[in-house]
């Protein structure tokens, strides 16, 4: 079952999900789009354009800082910094209530596991940490 709604599902923009409807996107198709979406403005943000919403502003800021604290040739510290990305954008799509609980934890742990085996979502998700990685 697809789950649609408006806007994108790990950016601040929509309502927060509880985490049944944030492991139905994550899985699904809606995640692989976001980073597209992602790596795009990346891309963008590298040739020099800086229009961004405020929640990407923010999602590529935290992104930027796991980036540059990361060697990102190394596999070790790549697939840490892979992990840390996933963590952060799927905490930011749950609600509060959620983000805190026992619950809210074992699905953003397992959905950010899920993401650094996925080989597709990994490599999009390791492009765009190298696209915004400072110099």
Not at 69 to 77: E, S
Not at 92 to 102: A, D, I
Not at 103 to 131: C, F, M, T
Request: glycine content about 8%.
């Amino acid at each position: 079952m697809k789950v649609n709604r408006p806007g994108d599902p790990l950016s601040g923009n929509t309502e927060p999900l509880d985490p049944r409807e944030l492991q139905n996107l994550v899985k699904g198709e809606r995640f692989e789009a976001v980073l597209q979406e992602l790596e795009g403005q990346a891309g963008a943000n590298a040739a020099g354009s800086s229009a961004s919403s405020p929640p990407s502003n923010a999602t590529r800021a935290a992104l930027v800082q796991i980036a540059s604290t990361a060697d990102l040739t190394n596999g070790a510290q790549s697939l840490r910094a892979v992990r840390e990305s996933a963590r952060f954008m799927i905490r930011s799509r749950l609600g509060k209530q959620y983000r805190e609980s026992e619950e809210g934890e074992r699905v953003i742990e397992g959905l950010s596991e899920y993401v650094a085996a996925d080989p597709l979502l990994k490599s999009k998700l390791l492009s765009i940490l190298q696209k915004v990685k400072p110099a």
